[in-house]
């Protein structure tokens, strides 16, 4: 696993989407062979890969803008709705959709006025609840054992850590992993 920083700003936002993408396609096909909730159409990977290719291209074409204006650094704020923006231009089914609706809600926590309070462990943890949350809300029919499930379980171990992003997020890995392997 690569370095996790102890902040969270802008470089991070692309950091995350850079390592995010590259996972995916690694595991692409064997997201598609196990997809069964809720229709076993075989394209779950494919999907968010293609919302993740799409989150990540709008957090690069945003670094493309500010290296325009030398002296310029990315805002963590734009970063991150960046990010938001582009996985829901670009969701794929509805996993890239519910992946879009995540990454909303994180942004609604990282982006809010402020930003700087929210660049720290319990920032990212009270980003991750709200991601939760908001996913599951979006939902009609909430489904135990699926991402939701997974993002609850990394929501709640986020919460029950304490100190900087790298301590949060390797809870969250952690307790998202606990969950993953619960599920059928």
Known sequence: MPQVPQTFDALAVRTWCGLALQALGRA???????????????????N???????????????????????????PLADAIRAMAHGALIGARGNSG??????????????AADGETAHTDGRGLSLALRN???????????????????????????????EGDCGTVALAAYAGAGTALTATT
């Open 28 to 46: 692409r096909e064997e997201i598609d062979a196990i997809n069964v909730y809720p229709v076993a159409d075989g394209d779950t990977g494919t």
């Open 48 to 74: 968010l890969y293609l919302t993740v290719e799409s989150a990540a291209a709008a957090v690069e074409a945003l670094f493309a803008g500010y290296e325009t204006v030398a002296g310029s650094t990315v």
């Open 97 to 110: 959709t519910i992946l879009a609706q995540l990454l909303r809600g994180m942004a609604q926590v990282l």
């Open 131 to 161: 991601a939760a949350d908001s996913a599951r809300g979006a939902v009609a029919h909430p489904v135990e054992g699926t991402v939701l499930t997974v993002a609850s379980a990394a929501a709640d171990a986020a919460r029950g850590a």
